[in-house]
């Protein structure tokens, strides 16, 4: 079966009309989320990229450790890999699935739970960014009283 027949059948089981594949891309908004489809290269496999967010402005180590081991521990990505987009920094949950030997309903499932690990992610991402200010600030909070060497103001070392 072809790619855009395939990808039809997706967005009709999702409610989503006039899907097709323009130059061997198809993009859709799923649940608030910029989807894009592509065939590889060799026509075998579809690409699949979910933009799932932008990485906070602070605690970028914790959060981008974060994203290494979940990729390192492929049960939290559903084997599909979570990444850096080159030309805008936001992230990217990104998999290929071979499609050519899939039946529609195989392939609607497999894009179902890319979707769904999707929008885990995106979750994930967006509550990292009030965790990270929230120790932004207690990181801060910590430095004024290492300044007053250690006892805080009010309090006097023995």
Do not use: H
Request: hydrophobic share 40%.
């Amino acid at each position: 079966m072809e790619l855009n027949e395939l990808m039809s059948s997706f967005a009709e089981k999702l409610g989503i009309e006039g899907i097709e594949v323009k130059d061997g891309i198809c993009s859709m908004t799923i649940d608030d989320i910029p989807m894009e489809f592509t065939e590889s290269p060799g026509g075998e496999a579809v690409i699949g990229i979910a933009v799932i967010g932008e990485p906070p402005p602070e605690k970028r180590e914790a959060f981008y450790e974060m994203l290494l081991e979940a990729n390192t521990q492929v049960y939290g990505t559903l084997g599909v890999a979570l990444s850096k987009l080159p030309d805008t920094g936001e992230i990217a949950l990104i998999g290929g699935l071979p499609f050519k030997d899939l039946e529609v309903k195989e392939f609607c499932k497999s894009l179902d739970e890319f979707v769904s690990k999707a929008e885990e992610w995106r979750e994930t991402v967006e509550n990292f960014r009030p965790a990270a200010e929230e120790a932004a600030v207690r990181d801060e909070e910590a430095a004024q009283f290492m300044k007053f060497g250690g006892n805080g103001p009010g309090f006097m070392s023995v």
